[in-house]
Structure formats: C-alpha cells, structure tokens
C-alpha cells in the first residue's frame, strides 16, 4: 500500500493492523491499497505495511501534541530551514493545506488557494510525487506568502488551523450526542470565525477550555499549538 498522509481521524477509526484496536489519539497514518481503499493505522502499522518511505510522507497533526502518540519534529515555514529530506513531506502539506484540507477556510475575504498551488495540486493528485523544482517552488511560495502577504499563511499557522478544526468538530459531535445545545452553538461560532480569520483570539482558546472536556480523554488531553 501506498502510505498517503498522517492526518486525523473519528478516534472511534479501527487500526488496519490490529482489529478491534481503536486510534484513540485521533491520529493516523492513511494508507490506499491498490484498489483505492483507504486504511488508517500507527506508524508500526505504517512501515510494516506501506511501499513508501515515511520520510516523504506529510505529517498533517504537527501541531495538536497527543499524549497517547507524541510525536516530534517541527515544521516549516516562518523563517524555518528545513532540513533537505523533509522537504517535500513539508511541501505536500502546505500544498494539501491551502488546496485541500482547508478548502473552505478564507483570510481577509479570500480564499487559501491560488492557480499556481491549484496546478501543482492537480499534478500531485494524478502522480503521487513532486518534482525537486515543484518542491522548492511551493516552500518559496510559503516563505513569500508569510513575509509579503500574511504571517497566517504560513505551514505552522495553517497546521494549527486544521488541528483546530478537528478539534472543534469532534468537540460539537459530542456536544450534540449529549443534546448540549448551548455548547454546541458557541462551538459552531469558533468554526466559523476559524474559517474567516484562519485564528482565534485568546479569548476564544481560552472559552473552549470548558468544552473540551467533554472530549474522550486521549484527545482531551492533547495540547494544541498556538496560532502566529
């Protein structure tokens, strides 16, 4: 199987390698078998199972800290060099970031994806690589981006963006199987400013502290990284 991405997924996903066992974290490595099926496991899982090296594998979660799965390592992006083998793991991210995962998200009216990102993109979907060229083009791209447009465009902010996101979904999810309704609306209010602003404001983080309690205890104790 090709290992595609570590990203996140229902903490109720069952691991490929081990039937019964649930990805509590909330992490998981996603891995498409030939016929396009997408399975989900732990890194084990993963190098036990996938053709690909993980190196070049983007790590979508770098910025929500489990402590059932804690993983290392930083990312790009701010002013970071990063280190010559893991940039095109780093270079997909931000591509999947801006043209993908956060697809809906909009800064200052506008939305994360532009032509020449989208046209990479395309190309990545169809051959499941980036040439060395396309690979510094798009960390150039997010360099200038954060330097000359908007320091929340960078890979760190936007990572923290998507690890919000889950967050909040999961946290609404279970709001609404608890019938909270009060929870759920103040919930829905941080998505959408999420969306429009790419951050929250500290007084925000600071009210969704009440809420993710009522989150499963791996991803209630998970800390999440703070936005630019």
């Known amino acids: 199987m090709r290992i595609i991405k570590k990203d996140f997924v229902d903490e109720n996903t069952e691991s490929y390698c081990s039937k019964g066992h649930k990805l509590s974290s909330g992490t998981a490595y996603y891995m498409q078998a030939k016929d396009g099926t997408i399975y989900f496991g732990g890194k084990q899982c993963a190098e036990s199972n996938g053709r690909n090296s993980l190196k070049d594998v ?13 993983n290392g390592g930083s990312g790009g992006g701010g002013g970071d060099k990063p280190a010559t083998d893991q940039k095109k793991s780093l270079a997909i991210s931000y591509l999947l970031l801006r043209e993908e995962l956060l697809h809906d998200f909009k800064l200052n009216g506008r939305p994360l994806s532009i032509p020449s990102l989208t046209n990479y993109y395309i190309s ?22 954060v330097n000359n447009i908007n320091s929340k465009l960078s890979l760190k902010n936007l990572s923290t963006c998507h690890a919000y996101k889950f ?5 609404a999810a279970h709001l609404q199987q608890k019938n909270n309704i009060d929870g759920v609306t103040f919930i829905d209010s941080l998505i959408r400013y999420l969306k429009s602003h790419c951050h929250l404001t500290e007084g925000q983080v600071k009210g969704l502290d009440k809420w993710i309690q009522f989150l499963p205890i791996d991803l ?6 703070s936005f630019e």
């Open 58 to 70: 983007p790590d979508l979660t770098k910025s929500l800290v489990s402590l059932a799965t804690t």
């Open 124 to 145: 990545y979907q169809d051959i499941s690589d980036l040439s060395d060229q396309q690979i510094n083009h798009i960390l150039n791209i997010e360099k200038y981006s």
């Open 167 to 171: 967050i909040l979904e999961r946290t």
């Open 220 to 225: 209630r104790k998970a800390k999440l990284k």
